[in-house]
């Protein structure tokens, strides 16, 4: 029997990329829903996996959005019937928020500071030991897009840590995961981007540079692409 998986996308052009590819590849049933075309998050949890991409929209502008709090109830569910979770950069912001921590503007020197383009993150020694990570290394490059960061729950571990933004990787339970940094994106999705969010791009002219975002992109995303499926293999194997 084909497993299936829940995939919650909030924005067209921030798809399931490499996790989309794997799942396929792997024979998954996707019950994808399309929140920003109207697609409703279902009432039921009738899956063997979710995953929660990302968005430009926050968790808390849940009046502008009302799928976010159909979100907040879903994750809540999916934490108590134990059903293994990916979230990605929002989706790891709404796990935060579903679990009791706050997220926020994502604030450095008293300033509010974006993450856009590539890093390093470094797993803590918690992450070290967690089976998600095997195979990535203790310190690798990721890439980013976003303003706001979460704080760790009560009954959460932090995972993965960065310079600039401090909380990168979350673990509540023993199966629920977010990820800060965008694991899933494709070369394409990256330069897409670009081009899609081009007013933010220019609003940080100085701070972001565009051409070395590009240029990182060519000289990091092969084994980027080999790191994501590496992390997928761990995740999805252990459904």
């Known amino acids: 029997m084909k497993k299936n998986v829940l995939m919650l996308k909030h924005i067209n052009i921030e798809g399931g990329g490499t996790i989309e590819d ?3 590849s792997n024979k998954w049933e996707i019950d994808r829903r399309e929140l920003q075309n109207g697609d409703a998050v279902p009432p039921k949890l ?11 929209m926050n968790v808390y502008e849940e009046d502008k959005y009302p799928f976010l709090k ?3 109830k879903l994750i809540k569910e999916a934490i108590k019937k134990e059903i293994p979770t990916l979230g990605i950069c929002l989706g790891a912001q709404l796990i935060a928020k579903a679990s009791g921590a706050k997220v926020t503007k994502n604030i450095v020197r ?6 856009i383009g590539w890093y390093k993150v470094k797993l ?3 992450g070290k030991k967690d089976t998600m ?3 990535l290394g203790e310190s690798f490059d990721v890439f980013q897009w976003h303003g706001d960061t979460f704080e760790i729950p009560e009954k959460g571990s932090l995972l993965a840590t960065a310079e600039l933004c401090t909380n990168q990787a979350l673990r509540v339970g023993k199966n629920i995961y977010g990820l800060q940094f965008h694991l899933e ?3 394409d999705m990256i330069y897409e981007w670009i081009d899609t ?3 933010e791009l220019e609003s940080l002219k100085g701070m972001i540079d565009v051409e070395k975002i590009r240029k990182d992109t060519k000289d990091k995303f092969s084994s980027y692409k080999d790191r994501a499926v590496t992390f997928c293999r761990n995740f999805f194997e252990e459904v």
């Open 197 to 199: 969010y081009d007013e």
């Open 185 to 187: 994106v494709t070369e």
């Open 22 to 24: 794997y799942l396929i």
């Open 46 to 56: 009738d899956y063997d996996a979710i995953i929660i991409l990302g968005g430009p």
């Open 124 to 126: 803590t020694d918690t």
């Open 110 to 115: 008293q300033a509010h500071q974006k993450e």
């Open 133 to 135: 990570f095997k195979g």
């Open 70 to 72: 159909d979100e907040d």
